[in-house]
C-alpha cells in the first residue's frame, strides 16, 4: 500500500532531522577539541565556552541550521555530550548574540526569533525635518484662513502621516539596495537565508550565489529566487511541489526623495520607502501660502507618474497610502490654481482653492455644507468682471450649473431673527411663552392654549401690546373677566400681540407680619387671612421659657394720620397651650407682635467657693439677697488652716463675654444629643426626641446677650477717651477684675455693708495661711522674704538690698493679699509708710529713664540764672 503524501512528507523530514543531530553531534566532537587548550574528545564535559572564538560558534550555529535544529535543541545536544549547565548558559548567550545575518540563515525552525520589521537610518530620517520644522517661520498660533493649511504642520499637534511598518510585506513593493530579505523554504525540505540587499542590486544566498533582484517587487522577486533555489530543491518544481518558498521583507530601506515649488521647507529628503506622497509633505512643512493643494504631482524618471489632491484627503478621507515613494522620486507643488473665499453660514468659512470646472455644489462640499441658520434659498457672490468687481445672486436650484471661478466671494446669510406667526402671552397663565398665531386666533383662545389663568389673576383688566405695520407699538387694554365670561367680544390677535396679564401680587406690597421677643425663632413671617397670634407663635417655633403668656401686646400701623400716633397697641392674652379662644384677635398686615420675658425671671446663677472652706465648689444661688457669708455657711465654713485676710473675691465685669440664653440652651441641648447617641437601647420616644433635637440644633441661634448693646457703647467710649489723651495708647479691658473684700469682718458681722451680694459667676478664693512677703520692682535684689510680726516695710526693703538708685521712694506701695493696695503718704517730708501683712507684695516703682539735658537747654537755664542774678542785685543796690 502506497503511504499517503503527509505521511510521507513527514517520514523525509523526521529522517532528514536525525541525519542532521548526527552530522550536529559529529560537528561537536570537531569545534569542541579545537579550542586553545586543545582538549581530547573525553574532555569534552569540562569544555569552556569562554575559549571558543566567534568562528566555532558560527560553524556550530551554521551546522544546526543545516540540520533544522531550533537554540534549544542545540543546548540540549551539548547537554547531552557532558556540557555542565554553567557552560550551557554561556553558550547559549553566546547563540543569542550571534550575528544571525552574518552566518547566512536562522537559527531554529521557528519563526518567533525573528525581530519584528525595523526602519533602518531612523536617526537620518528625523533629522531632516524635525528640527526644523519647529523652527519655520510664519506659524502663527491662530489657523490658517487656507482650507487644509495646517494639516501638516501646527504647533499644537502633529500629523506626521508615519508609515506603518507592521504590515504584510506588500507585493508591488519594489526592492533596493539596504531592504532585508527572508527567504524561508519549507515542506519536504527546509532552508532560511536571510540577506541584505546590495548596492549592486543582489543578494548572497549560502551555496546558492547572488541574485538580482534589485528593481523588482516582491512578487516578482519571489519568481526569480523561486527558479534559482529550484536547481538545488527539485521538489520547488512542477505543478504539485513537495517543498515551498516565500519572500518577507524584513527591516526597510531609506530613499532620497526630492521636493520642489512652493513648499515651507523644499529640499532632499531621506524618508522610508514605506513612504507616501503625504509623509515627503509633512517632512517640508506642506505646501506654503502660495501653494496648490490641489496639483502636487509626482514625477519618476522624468514622467508625471501621480496627481495628488489632498482636498481628496480633507473631504473624502482618501490618502493615496497605495502609492509608494521611490527612490530619486521629485515631488513638485504648483503655485495655487485659483482661490474663492467662503464667508457667513456655512460650518467652514474659509478662503478655498478650486479647480476649472467646479461649481458651488462642489464648493458648498469643501466648506462643509450649510449651518443651521443659513438662508439657503440665495448666496450672494461677489465676482471679478475685467476691471471691476459684481455682485450675482445664486439660487437653490442653480448651485450644481453655477461654476466657481478664482477671486469669488461667497456670502452665506443667516435667516432673519423675526417669526412669521408668532404671539405671546406672559404673566397670570399656567404656560407662559411663544404660541404659533394660526387662522382667527383670539385672546380667550390663546388663553386656553396656555392652559388657563392662575387664581391669582387680576381680571379686571389685560393688555395686549400689538406692533403696528410701521413697527410702532400700541397698548389695548381689555376687561378679562367679562370676555372669559362672554359679556365683552373677544379680541382678534395678530402677528407679534404680546398679551400680559397681571397677578395681584403684582399691584400691591407684599403683606408680612413680625414677632419679636421670648419666642424660639422670632423675626418675619407672610401675612395670611385670619392669622391670629397663636398661630404666628407657632410659627415662630413656639415660646420660650421665659415667655410671659399674659404680656403681649400687638403693635398696629395707625390709620388715622391727622391724630400724629404712629402704632396702635393692643394687649393679648393667650393661653401658655396656644390653645385656640373664642373670638380671637386677628392679625393684620405689617403687625408687629411683641412677646415679653416674665418677671424677674433669670437662668441659675452660679458662683464658686475655693480654698480653705470645708466644702468648696459651684453653688446656685438661691435668692437675689444671698451674700458672701451666706455662701461661706453653705460651704461649712473655714477651715483650722484659712487666712481670711487674704480672702479675694473674683467677679466679671461688664465687658464679660456671657454666653446668651439660646446659646446655653443649645449646648445643653447638644450634652443631651450625646448622652441619647451614646446609649443604643433608646425607647421610641428617646429615638423621636433625638430626631427633634437633629432638626432643633441645626439652627444657629440669632439672639444677644442683654446688656450687649451697652456694653459695646463702653467699649466705644473707652477707646475715645483713649485716643484723646496724650500718653495714654490703649485701656486695657478685663472680663474680669478682683475685689477686696475683708472676709473676717463679713462673717463677725453678716449683712453688713461689707458682706457683698453675690452675682453670676463670682469666684471667692480662700487661702491658707501665708508666712512670706514679695518684694518687687527697683530694689536693688527683688526677692521674697519671711514674714516678721511687727516689722514695717523699711525693715523688708533692706532685706531686698535697699532701694536702687532709680527708685521712686515716695510712691511705694503695698498690695495685701485680698486685693486691697495701700500707699506710702508723706507730709512736711516725712514719709509715713504701710503696714506688711502676710502675703502681701511691696512694690517700689522706679522714676523711669533719666534724660540728657541738651545744648540749648544749658544755654537757656545759664541764661536764666544770670537774669534771676541780675535782677537780684539791682533789687539790693536798690
Known amino acids: 500500500m502506497t503511504p499517503s503524501l503527509p505521511h510521507y512528507t513527514s517520514s523525509i523530514q523526521n529522517l532528514k532531522k536525525i541525519t542532521g543531530i548526527l552530522v550536529l553531534a559529529f560537528s561537536l566532537l570537531w ?67 550571534m550575528d544571525i545575518s552574518a552566518v547566512g540563515g536562522r537559527l531554529g525552525a521557528t519563526a518567533s526569533k525573528r525581530e519584528p520589521r525595523k526602519q533602518a537610518d531612523l536617526n537620518e530620517i528625523t533629522q531632516g525635518f524635525f528640527k526644523e520644522q519647529s523652527e519655520l517661520i510664519g506659524m502663527e498660533e491662530e489657523p490658517s484662513p487656507y482650507f487644509g493649511g495646517d494639516i501638516f504642520f501646527n504647533k499644537k499637534r502633529r500629523l506626521t502621516f508615519e508609515p506603518n511598518l507592521n504590515i504584510a510585506t506588500p507585493k508591488n513593493y519594489v526592492l533596493g539596495p539596504g531592504d532585508l530579505v527572508y527567504v524561508d523554504v519549507y515542506g519536504q525540505s527546509e532552508k532560511y537565508y536571510e540577506s541584505i540587499v546590495t548596492a549592486d542590486g543582489f543578494i548572497l544566498l549560502d551555496n546558492v550565489g547572488p541574485v538580482n533582484i534589485s528593481g523588482k517587487t516582491i512578487d516578482e522577486a519571489e ?16 505543478s504539485n511541489p513537495q517543498t515551498f518558498m516565500q519572500l ?10 526630492h521636493l520642489v515649488g512652493e513648499l515651507r521647507l523644499p529640499g532632499t529628503f531621506t524618508l522610508s520607502a514605506f513612504s507616501t506622497v503625504f509623509n515627503a509633505l509633512y517632512a517640508a512643512g506642506g505646501p506654503n501660502d502660495n501653494g496648490s493643494m490641489r496639483s502636487i504631482k509626482v514625477i519618476r524618471n522624468g514622467k508625471v507618474v501621480n496627481t495628488l489632491d489632498i482636498y481628496d484627503f480633507l473631504v473624502n478621507g482618501n490618502a493615496s497610502l497605495n502609492f509608494r515613494l521611490q527612490d530619486q522620486d521629485v515631488i513638485m507643488v504648483d503655485p495655487f490654481l485659483g482661490r474663492v473665499t467662503v464667508m457667513g453660514e456655512v460650518k467652514r468659512p474659509k478662503i478655498f482653492e478650486v479647480k476649472e470646472g467646479e461649481n458651488f455644489s462642489q464648493l458648498l462640499e469643501y466648506a462643509g455644507g450649510f449651518t443651521d441658520e443659513a438662508f439657503e434659498d440665495r448666496i450672494s457672490v461677489t465676482r471679478i468682471t475685467g476691471k471691476e468687481r459684481a455682485v450675482s445672486d445664486i439660487f437653490n436650484n442653480q448651485f450644481s450649473i453655477f461654476m466657481v471661478k478664482g477671486g469669488d466671494q461667497y456670502t452665506v446669510g443667516k435667516v432673519l431673527d423675526r417669526y412669521s406667526n408668532r404671539v405671546q402671552i406672559k404673566g397670570a397663565v399656567f404656560r407662559e411663552g411663544n404660541f404659533a398665531l394660526t387662522e382667527g386666533l383670539t385672546l380667550g383662545q390663546l388663553i386656553k392654549n396656555a392652559d388657563g389663568i392662575r387664581g391669582e389673576a387680576y381680571l379686571e383688566r389685560a393688555s395686549i401690546l400689538r406692533t403696528n405695520d410701521d413697527l410702532s407699538t400700541e397698548v389695548i387694554s381689555v376687561n378679562l373677566r367679562d370676555i372669559l365670561s362672554g359679556d365683552a367680544q373677544d379680541i382678534l390677535l395678530k402677528r407679534e400681540d404680546v398679551v400680559r396679564i397681571s397677578s395681584i401680587y403684582d399691584l400691591q406690597e407684599e403683606f408680612y407680619v413680625q414677632i419679636t421677643g421670648e419666642v424660639r425663632n422670632p423675626g418675619t413671617f407672610p401675612y395670611s387671612k385670619q392669622m391670629t397670634v397663636e398661630d404666628l407663635i407657632i410659627l415662630a417655633g413656639g415660646l420660650r421659657e421665659s415667655a410671659s403668656a399674659k404680656d403681649i401686646e400687638i403693635a398696629r400701623r395707625s390709620q388715622d394720620v391727622n391724630v400724629g400716633t404712629f402704632s396702635e397697641l393692643i394687649p393679648v392674652n393667650i393661653d401658655i397651650e396656644l390653645t385656640p379662644q373664642e373670638n380671637p384677635i386677628t392679625l393684620s398686615p405689617y403687625d408687629n407682635v411683641i412677646v415679653r420675658r416674665k418677671p424677674n425671671f433669670t437662668l441659675d446663677k452660679l458662683v464658686q467657693v475655693e480654698g480653705q472652706v470645708n466644702s468648696p465648689g459651684i453653688f446656685s444661688v438661691t435668692t437675689a439677697e444671698e451674700r458672701v457669708s451666706d455662701l461661706i455657711q453653705r460651704a461649712g465654713g473655714l477651715t483650722p488652716y484659712a487666712y481670711p485676710k487674704g480672702a479675694t473675691l473674683i467677679r466679671r465685669t461688664e465687658f464679660f463675654e456671657t454666653e446668651s440664653e439660646q446659646l446655653r440652651r443649645q449646648r445643653n441641648l447638644q450634652d443631651l444629643q450625646v448622652k441619647l447617641q451614646s446609649d443604643p437601647n433608646n425607647t421610641e420616644a428617646q429615638e423621636l426626641l433625638l430626631e427633634r433635637l437633629f432638626k432643633d440644633l441645626g439652627n444657629t441661634p440669632t439672639d444677644v446677650t442683654e446688656g450687649a448693646v451697652a456694653t459695646q457703647s463702653k467699649r466705644e467710649a ?40 453675690l452675682e453670676e459667676g463670682d469666684i471667692i478664693s480662700i487661702p491658707r495661711q501665708l508666712q512670706t512677703v514679695r518684694m518687687r520692682g527697683d530694689v536693688v535684689y527683688p526677692a521674697t522674704v519671711r514674714y516678721e510680726k511687727d516689722r514695717g516695710m523699711k525693715y523688708y526693703i533692706n532685706r531686698a538690698g535697699g532701694y536702687d538708685i532709680r527708685a521712686n521712694r515716695k510712691r511705694t506701695y503695698v498690695v495685701y493679699a485680698n486685693g486691697e493696695v495701700a500707699r506710702t503718704k508723706g507730709f512736711l517730708g516725712i514719709r509715713s509708710y504701710p503696714s506688711v501683712a502676710p502675703g502681701a507684695e511691696v512694690i517700689v516703682p522706679t522714676k523711669g529713664p533719666r534724660l540728657p539735658v541738651r545744648p540749648g537747654e544749658i544755654i537757656g537755664i545759664t541764661t536764666g540764672i544770670a537774669t534771676l542774678a541780675l535782677i537780684i542785685t539791682q533789687l539790693n543796690f536798690e
Open 718 to 757: 473707652l477707646a475715645g477717651i483713649a485716643e484723646t489723651k496724650s500718653g495714654l495708647s490703649e485701656i486695657k479691658i478685663k472680663q474680669r477684675e478682683a475685689v477686696a473684700i475683708d472676709l473676717e469682718s463679713i462673717l463677725k458681722n453678716p449683712g453688713s455693708d461689707k458682706d457683698l451680694i
Open 31 to 97: 569545534i569542541f577539541p579545537q579550542n586553545i587548550h586543545a582538549q581530547s574528545i573525553s574532555d569534552i564535559s569540562n569544555i569552556k565556552v569562554d575559549d571558543l572564538s566567534d568562528a566555532q560558534i558560527r560553524e556550530l550555529i551554521r551546522r544546526a541550521n543545516e540540520a533544522g535544529l531550533s537554540e534549544f535543541e542545540l543546548i540540549q545536544m551539548a547537554r547531552l555530550r557532558g556540557v555542565s549547565e554553567v557552560e550551557l548558559e554561556k553558550l547559549k548567550e553566546r547563540v543569542e548574540k
Open 248 to 257: 518577507t521583507l524584513g527591516n526597510v530601506r531609506t530613499i532620497k526623495v
Open 223 to 238: 519568481g526569480i529566487i523561486r527558479n534559482r533555489l529550484s536547481s538545488f530543491f527539485t521538489e520547488l518544481r512542477g
